[in-house]
């Protein structure tokens, strides 16, 4: 009986492996980048998002929470240079991919690392740090 069930696991097998690359989206690979300059060691994610974005230390938004205090942006128009903030963490949006779906700058995005990565959007609020 294991004879007969061989050549059947070795078909589902090649069928398997050989699905259209149309039905797996092609995900980037996350870069780990270094670490922000002059941002502490821990809990860096708001330091390092305001580097990023305005290009100098804003002490104010070393809280993740406190990037909240930005307009927010309309479900949808979300966009490079806007902010997604909980409280707890931030991240700069640096490409929208879709379906909720964002290249981010992420300080502190775990392991203490910084990465350039895919991230979703659930469970953030997106901001307009440039106000408008």
């Known amino acids: ?50 580097l990023e974005r305005f290009g100098h230390h804003v002490r104010d938004l070393w809280l993740a929470r406190n990037w909240l205090r930005f307009p927010r942006a309309p479900r949808g ?26 290249m981010a700058y992420d300080a502190n995005s775990g392991g203490r690392r910084t990465r350039l990565h895919v991230r979703s959007l659930a469970g953030f609020t997106v901001v307009d740090p440039s106000g408008g």
């Open 77 to 102: 128009s979300e966009a490079p240079g806007h902010a997604a903030a909980r409280r707890g963490h931030v991240f700069i949006i640096k490409a929208v991919l879709g379906n909720g779906l964002v």
């Open 1 to 50: 009986m294991t004879r007969s069930r061989t050549p059947l696991l070795a078909i589902l097998a090649a069928l398997a492996l050989s699905a259209p690359a149309e039905a797996r989206p092609r995900v980037p690979e996350a870069q780990i980048l270094p670490h922000p300059a002059g941002c502490p060691r821990r809990a860096f994610c708001g330091c390092g998002a305001a």
